[in-house]
Each structure stands twice: as structure tokens, then as C-alpha cells.
């Protein structure tokens, strides 16, 4: 055998004896198996925020929406019948400044005359009563003739409608005057002012005793028969 060979034998051998030399550690019984290793716990992940087991969130008891189409209608009042609109409610009575005013002669031996007003406003206007005439110069006014209805049932003029008084100086018994004209306004049952309107009435005779006026009529015929 050469000598190379010789050496590597020796070194093998060698090497087996000091691997046999070797025991088990401190802490393992001779030739004993070793201990298992203790488990060890998870190591938590660094940086992972660590979060307490939470209780799932208690709802809170919702009001359900209310439908105001399921509320039932109020009831409602019974409607106050309305009362028939009066037409003459605001029928004031006729002034001086609503209507027109003339005088003709109706019949001379008396000293007649037929007086006519006409609604001139826009408005329809009530002639009240007897017109309040004056003579001329003369003091004092005709005298009333016949009755007049009250102010609910008086002449009733649309605009352009005409109403009749029939004016009687009275026959000449030399105890009265003659006139030129006369002066007219309207019985308004107020304080109202107004303008009076003249007419013409030449040769009116008036005597103190015996002169007269109707009230306003609808027709001419029934102011001159009373």
C-alpha cells in the first residue's frame, strides 16, 4: 500500500472515533431522545392594530313615515247660504247734480205746468217724494198735493228713465203774482246740498192759497189728473 493511501485511512478512522467521543448535552439523558420544543405563541404581526371583539350595533326604533293621504279628510262646515244680492241696495236717492230738469205749460186757465226729471248719471237713482219748488222771487214753495209712497217704494230711474210732477199756480183770484220761472230740487231725506235747476214759465200765475205739487209719477197723464 503506498503511503498516500495510508495517511487518508488514518484520518477516516480518526474522524470516527471523535464522533462516537461526542455524549448528549447537559440537559438530555445520556442516549435519551431529546425533548419535544415547548409551542410557542403566534407572534402578532407588527404594525397590526389589535381590536377588541365589538357587539354588533343596537338599531335605534324608527317612526314609521306618516302618509298624509291616510290622515281622514276634516270635516267640513256646512256653507252659510248666501242671501239674494239686493239690486236696489245701493239706490241712492236722486240729487240736483243726476238728472235734468224742464216745465211745460199744460193747461193756462189753472196755470198748469208738467215738470219732468230725467237720470242723467250713470247710475240708477230714486226720485223721492214731492219736488221742492219755488217760485221765482217769490217767498215760500208749492204746496204738497196727494201723497207720496215711502223710500222703498219710490220711482226707481235707470239712467235715462224720466219721472213727472204736475205744478199748478192756481187761478187768478188777484190775491197772487205772476212769475217768470221757477226753481227746482230734489227731496233727498238728507242734509245734502244741492243746485237748484230753473226752468222757464212765462205768464205763471200763482196764487197764494191755491198753488200745489204732486209727487213724482211715472207717466205725465197721472201727474196732470191729480
Known sequence: MSTVRRSGVVLVTLAAVALTACGPGEDGAAGGPAAPPAPSTPATPTGAPTKAPTEPPTEAPTTAPTDASTKPPAPSKPATPTPPADPDYD?????????????TLAEPTTSSYLLKITNKSGKPCR??????????DLDGRAVERGPAPGIEDAIRLAPGQSAYAGLMGGLKDGKGKTVASIAMTMSTDSDLEQKPLKASTPGLYVSPDKNSVTAWMTNAEDALSL
Open 91 to 103: 239706490v241712492f236717492p236722486c240729487s240736483t247734480y243726476d238728472v235734468t230738469f224742464t216745465a
Open 127 to 136: 226720485a223721492l217724494g214731492h219736488p221742492v219748488v219755488a217760485f221765482g
